[in-house]
């Protein structure tokens, strides 16, 4: 196999910085991922993840820094990168006055993929988290999760080389998460890039190559979950408390519940 360092990495991204106004909400993030590589991305709320992923998918063009995603450069190639992308959030708006079947052949066509194509794939990857059965059903009956089955489905079908998930497994049951933590595996082994941020730390733990944890737009901790071990903690949740400064947990909770009191 080829030394990871003479490839080009998936995602380059060099002093990367992101104000709104006299706000600086990412400061000087660097890193480089890897092909094949699942990156677990983390920190408190605010801490600038959805910013950084939207950066990534060309949702916010203006941004201070280099990102190179396949050796291509934002600023000059985001249509082309575009196509290289799945992008998996959570909760998008879905219209759900349609059928999966067209929702999928609607997102399918923004990548040129054919309607037989579109069902071809959808019919698989849908029966696979059980939804064989309501594949041409009004999407206004779905629940959370099975609406969040379709995004997934939709995010993943044109066969992209980098997926970037904003909480993908939100809403899901634990059947679908046990799926999805294997298909996630999976395509990782095929030599897919997967840019993974959650706040569910167990599924972090086990199925990331490499965490990384910013607080405050900053990155202050950057290693496999074995390394990060080593700063004290055995599990991510509470390395994820002690490295944000996270020591009163229980105090918080007591405050919170004791609102209540006169
Ligand atoms: N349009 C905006 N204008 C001003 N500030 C913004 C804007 N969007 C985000 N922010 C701020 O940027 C910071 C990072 O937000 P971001 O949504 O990236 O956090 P996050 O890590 O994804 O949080 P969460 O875990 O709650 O989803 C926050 O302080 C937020 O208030």
């Keep these: 196999m080829a030394s990871t360092h003479t490839m080009t990495p998936a995602v380059s991204i060099r002093h990367l910085f992101k104000r709104y106004g006299d706000?600086?909400?990412?400061?000087?993030?660097?890193?480089?991922?890897?092909?094949?590589?699942?990156?677990?991305?983390?920190?408190?709320?605010?801490?600038?993840?959805?910013?950084t992923v939207k950066i990534l998918?060309?949702?916010?063009?203006?941004?201070?820094?280099?990102?190179?995603?396949?050796?291509?450069?934002?600023?000059?190639?985001?249509?082309?990168?575009?196509?290289?992308?799945?992008?998996?959030?959570?909760?998008?708006?879905?219209?759900?006055?349609?059928?999966?079947?067209?929702?999928?052949?609607?997102?399918?066509?923004l990548y040129d993929l054919s309607p037989t194509m579109v069902r071809e794939r959808a019919e698989r990857m849908l029966t696979a988290f059980g939804l064989q059965d309501v594949l041409d059903q009004r999407m206004d009956t779905f629940s959370k999760g099975m609406k969040q089955k379709v995004l997934i489905?939709?995010?993943?079908?044109?066969?992209?080389?980098?997926?970037?998930?904003?909480?993908?497994?939100?809403g899901l049951d634990a059947n679908a998460v046990i799926v999805m933590k294997e298909v996630m595996s999976r395509l990782a082994r095929e030599g897919k890039t997967l840019?993974?941020?959650?706040h569910m730390m167990d599924v972090v733990e086990k199925v990331s190559d490499r965490i990384m944890l910013i607080n405050h737009?900053?990155?202050?901790?950057?290693?496999?979950?074995?390394?990060?071990?080593?700063t004290g903690g055995d599990t991510l949740e509470k390395i994820f408390a002690h490295l944000t400064g996270e020591t009163n947990l229980e105090g918080a909770a007591d405050q919170f519940v004791t609102a209540f009191e006169p």
């Design 217 to 230: 737009g900053t990155v202050i901790a950057d290693g496999t979950f074995e390394e990060l071990k080593q």
């Design 23 to 51: 706000k600086t909400v990412l400061h000087d993030i660097s890193l480089d991922i890897q092909p094949g590589q699942i990156i677990g991305y983390i920190g408190p709320n605010g801490a600038g993840k959805s910013t």
């Design 195 to 198: 840019f993974y941020c959650s």
């Design 153 to 170: 489905t939709s995010g993943i079908m044109h066969n992209p080389s980098l997926i970037i998930l904003d909480e993908p497994l939100s």
């Design 57 to 109: 998918t060309g949702l916010i063009p203006d941004f201070e820094g280099e990102v190179t995603i396949g050796g291509m450069d934002l600023r000059t190639h985001a249509q082309d990168i575009k196509r290289t992308i799945g992008y998996i959030p959570e909760n998008a708006e879905i219209y759900d006055v349609l059928t999966p079947m067209e929702y999928l052949t609607f997102t399918g066509r």
